[in-house]
């Protein structure tokens, strides 16, 4: 007969055939998402051993021999840090804005620490040292060298990812940030409050339940689908185009605009007139506030928060393909789901999310000198600009100069890291530099494509050696599918004289195949 186990019980017993911890929460979401069958009524919810048997089976499955099959043996699964849970590699401030492309700050932790182990035989870097990231992107490497206690130079074409960095790193007085927080939201309440947008999507919400409830039950619906019960394309389309005339009768009764007038920027094609109306009165409340570094991470949770509120399904938040401005079947949520019509959830939760993550940092950061530069890492001055922006900062370098890189340069053709934040783009008025981006994706990977990424990342290296000391450690990570990163070395004049292979377990693309990265470590010939 069948053994039935209640959700704690089925917790101990998983636990103890794992022989590690599986929490009741653990068990519920396989539950929730259909992964095991669910059994009785609220209160009285149980499983089926053999349904957690088969399961645990499934994924116990060694990913670890099947991608060293496909990748090599040389693939070193310690670097793939798989004991880590998202929050522990989105942890306090590395989860302040979403990045295309950003390594695990584990990473970046493991080679700028001071430790050695079997794979890692010496020290690259020690506190009081300076590391330059020439590629900083979201800053992911100064975070981590200021709670190593390791001085940091950051250098990136793109003038968002510029302020995305340095809002990370810069200290703050979060009361005076979370007075501002308050005002504005309070201001967009009492914006809000008389528009018909308000009472349409209150009515939308209740009818979704509804609909929701009776056709898409939770979790047996998701059980049905993953048990191919159900088609969910098919059923998906067919209750999308059966709730379709209920949305267009609320939109025409509440006199809803879908759409804006002209469709010339980023902002005019991606987001509702409504949003668009919120956004705008948020960006002009920021306008008046007078600290520079408040104005700036104020700016940054506004920019976080409108990329949630792109008119798109939430399964193509990061691909973006048509604007979405109807209700829709999401195959992410297993129900249909609508467009937003108002910024004020998101604003709310993220505004608290940031100011909790900036206090979290605050607690483990180092006293150190750390600052991201907006240029071309092919011939800027880092001298020269650290001059201007902290004297005392460049006084130090000069005379200390950089002990060396740790970096992720961009993979040729996989993202045009401008367009990426266009809305930021859009509303802040940052002038763009895409035709100075090395490899973006809008020029492919071709063979021209590919000699120029050889050309910008060795001048790169060429120009960062200036302000290294003589006896430097580069430390790059890639993904060198096409071999080119023999030839930069060359280029440098630098040799590689290790390099480590990791699997990247947790990626965000679609594509869950199996994956790996090199990173390399290169020295003066």
Not at 290 to 304: A, D, H, M, Y
Not at 310 to 339: F, I, N, Q, W
Not at 488 to 514: F, H, S, W
Request: glycine letters at 4%; aromatic letters at 12%; hydrophobic letters at 35%.
């Amino acid at each position: 007969m069948p053994e039935l186990l209640s959700i704690k019980e089925a917790s101990q017993w998983a636990t103890e055939h794992l022989d590690k911890n599986i929490t009741p929460s653990n068990i519920s979401y396989l539950i929730q998402y259909g992964r095991v069958k669910k059994i009785g009524d609220n209160g009285s919810t149980q499983v089926l051993k053999e349904d957690l048997i088969e399961y645990y089976k499934e994924q116990n499955k060694s990913r670890q021999d099947d991608w060293k099959e496909q990748l090599g043996d040389d693939l070193n699964w310690a670097l793939s840090f798989e004991q880590y849970k998202e929050a522990e590699t989105t942890k306090h401030v590395h989860r302040l804005h979403p990045y295309k492309g950003k390594f695990i700050p584990q990473l970046v932790e493991y080679f700028l620490d001071n430790h050695t182990d079997k794979f890692k035989r010496e020290v690259y870097f020690k506190p009081g040292d300076i590391v330059l990231d020439p590629f900083s992107g979201s800053g992911t490497t100064m975070v981590q060298a200021c709670e190593l206690g390791i001085h940091t130079v950051g250098v990136d074409v793109s003038a968002f990812n510029t302020m995305i960095g340095n809002c990370k790193v810069e200290k703050y007085n979060l009361i005076v940030v979370q007075t501002e927080i308050s005002r504005i939201s309070n201001a967009l309440n009492k914006f809000i409050v008389d528009s018909n947008a308000v009472e349409f999507e209150q009515k939308l919400l209740q009818e979704l339940y509804v609909f929701n409830n009776k056709y898409f039950p939770v979790p047996g619906y998701k059980y049905k689908v993953r048990q191919k019960e159900i088609d969910e394309k098919t059923f998906g389309a067919e209750k999308e185009k059966e709730f379709l005339p209920v949305y267009n009768k609320l939109v025409e009764q509440y006199k809803i605009k879908l759409r804006q007038e002209n469709e010339n920027s980023f902002l005019d094609k991606w987001y509702t007139q409504h949003i668009r109306e919120e956004i705008e009165f948020v960006h002009n409340e920021i306008k008046k506030v007078q600290n520079p570094e408040t104005k700036k991470i104020l700016s940054v949770i506004l920019s976080r928060t409108i990329r949630s509120c792109r008119a798109t399904t939430h399964a193509d938040l990061a691909t973006l393909l048509e604007p979405v401005t109807t209700t829709y079947y999401c195959s992410k949520h297993g129900k249909m789901c609508k467009p937003l019509f108002s910024i004020m959830k998101w604003w709310n939760t993220y505004s608290k999310d940031t100011v909790k993550r900036l206090d979290q940092y605050n607690k483990l950061r180092k006293n150190t000198f750390h600052t991201c530069l907006t240029g071309d890492s092919r011939n800027i001055d880092i001298f020269e600009q650290l001059n201007n922006l902290n004297p005392e900062f460049a006084n130090l370098v000069q005379r200390q100069k950089i002990k060396g890189i740790f970096s992720s340069p961009p993979y040729v053709g996989l993202i045009d890291y401008h367009e990426q934040h266009a809305y930021a783009y859009d509303l802040f008025e940052l002038e763009r530099q895409d035709e100075l981006e090395i490899g973006p994706l809008y020029k492919g990977k071709g063979k021209d494509a590919r000699q120029s990424y050889i050309e910008g990342i060795s001048a790169v290296l060429n120009n960062s050696k200036k302000f290294l000391v003589d006896d430097y450690d580069i430390l790059l990570v890639a993904n060198d599918k096409f071999n080119m990163y023999p030839t930069i070395a060359e280029n440098a004049g630098m040799k590689i004289v290790n390099q480590y292979k990791r699997p990247v377990l947790n990626r965000t693309e679609k594509d869950k195949g199996a994956y790996s990265e090199i990173i390399f470590h290169l020295k003066n010939k």
